[in-house]
């Protein structure tokens, strides 16, 4: 997303109807002192001066983002419930709604700052944990996090319901990446990975590997589970899918498909393969490195930030986990499996194609990009980031 006056400005792609924020490092801010709206500055009174000290006894003297947005999601229902009763009443087609609703919890953040010190969502000592501060410590701030988004999520699913919306109305919800270990929040203390290697930023399961739910009542069956494999680039073109969309319409080029097969339950083949890289991820050796999953079939590979793009993939010999019998990624068998390793190390190749986060491919040969430390959101990352570019 861009910032005002960029081309990557939210009503400048295709949202009509923008509240929020624009800075990923503004939006660690969990009482921030204003939002956009639209192309306009709104400030928030209360949070002119926010901190720990000044917002007071969990947090109720000022307003927290996630208050406001869920208000926000829930005030434009409202409005799209009475426009579609009006059109109802005049013979008109009704009109369908697409929302995009982005809490910052319980990535970590701060009161007042874009320093990353906890998770400060309000009504901390009424929620479920507050007797568990002595034990726990600051996980307190975590857990409520995450019970306080289910609780927000919660509202803006009632207000569905309420308004009849429910079964033309599918839900997606989804998190960005596996288990935060950022903000004083330990991801063991929780064991929020689970039985999956490695949390956000690694290239192993635990680090881009984590559950999606979908509702959508008369349509999917309560409780069904799908192993199918779906990625977030899979979401425009299922949702110009379901809107019944012309295929033309769509961008060409796109590497999502329409998933709508899996979600009403119909046979649909799996993908090819599903591709990831990333700049300096949280691995046992540093650098550069990519993932790769065919079926069951997992290759992790990571080297030194390549010069140029006859050295990726960067790595030799990619590791080589078999997911149908060592979801943990135990036992790295690429010995054992000489042609499944030649055709990772293929498609690593082309999937990266002449994109990338830390090459550039603008001018002539790939060069490597040093990276901004503002980029790296915790004291751990700045100190491997020092110590291995």
Same mark, same amino acid.
Request: with cysteine.
């Given at each position: 997303m861009g910032g005002i006056g960029s081309s990557g400005y939210p009503t400048k792609k295709g949202f009509h109807q923008f509240y929020g924020q624009t800075s990923q490092l503004n939006c660690h801010n969990y009482y921030p002192p204003f939002m956009w709206r639209n192309e306009e500055k709104e400030e928030i009174k209360n949070n002119k001066l926010a901190s720990r000290l000044t917002c007071g006894h969990d947090f109720d003297g000022c307003d927290w983002s996630g208050d406001l947005w869920t208000r926000e999601a829930v005030d434009y229902l409202d409005r799209h419930a009475e426009k579609r009763h009006l059109q109802r009443i005049n013979g008109e087609d009704e009109t369908p709604f697409f929302m995009f609703l982005s809490y910052t919890a319980p990535h970590a953040g701060d009161v007042g700052s874009i320093r990353e010190t906890g998770e400060p969502v309000p009504r901390i000592s009424k929620s479920p944990y507050s007797n568990e501060t002595i034990s726990?410590?600051?996980?307190?701030?975590?857990?409520?996090? !995450?019970?306080? *988004? %289910?609780? &927000?999520? $919660? *509202?803006?699913? %009632?207000? *569905? /319901?309420? #308004?009849? #919306?429910?079964?033309?109305?599918?839900? @997606? @919800?989804?998190? /960005?990446? $596996?288990?935060?270990?950022?903000?004083?929040? /330990?991801?063991? @203390? @929780?064991?929020?990975?689970? *039985?999956?290697?490695?949390?956000?930023?690694?290239?192993?399961?635990?680090g881009i590997r984590t559950p999606m739910i979908a509702r959508w009542p008369g349509t999917i069956p309560a409780h069904t589970v799908s192993e199918y494999q779906f990625t977030f680039y899979d979401l425009l073109p299922t949702a110009a899918h379901l809107a019944k969309a012309a295929s033309e319409d769509l961008p060409t080029g796109i590497d999502g498909v329409s998933v709508v097969n899996t979600l009403l339950g119909e046979y649909q083949e799996e993908k090819n393969f599903v591709y990831h890289e990333y700049c300096y991820p949280i691995e046992k050796q540093p650098g550069w490195g &990519?993932? #790769?999953?065919? $079926?069951?079939?997992?290759? !992790?590979?990571?080297?030194?930030? +390549?010069?140029?793009?006859? &050295?990726? +993939?960067?790595?030799?010999?990619? #590791?080589?986990y078999d997911l149908s019998v060592d979801p943990s990624q135990t036992n790295d068998i690429a010995h054992e499996h000489p042609k499944v390793v030649q055709k990772m190390m293929r498609l690593m190749k082309e999937a990266h194609g002449a994109g990338g986060i830390c090459v550039n491919h603008n001018t002539g040969p790939a060069a490597a990009v040093r990276v901004h430390m503002m980029n790296l959101e915790d004291k751990a990352d700045w100190e491997f980031f020092e110590k291995y570019s």
């Open positions: 726990w410590g600051r996980e307190v701030e975590y857990a409520a996090a !995450v019970t306080e *988004i %289910d609780r &927000q999520v $919660g *509202i803006v699913v %009632d207000k *569905i /319901d309420k #308004l009849g #919306l429910d079964e033309d109305t599918i839900i @997606f @919800f989804a998190s /960005d990446n $596996g288990a935060s270990n950022e903000g004083e929040h /330990d991801y063991m @203390f @929780f064991n929020s990975s689970g *039985i999956l290697k490695g949390y956000k930023r690694s290239l192993h399961e635990g &990519q993932a #790769l999953r065919v $079926g069951n079939w997992s290759a !992790v590979c990571v080297g030194k930030i +390549p010069e140029n793009l006859d &050295q990726i +993939p960067t790595c030799k010999v990619p #590791l080589i």
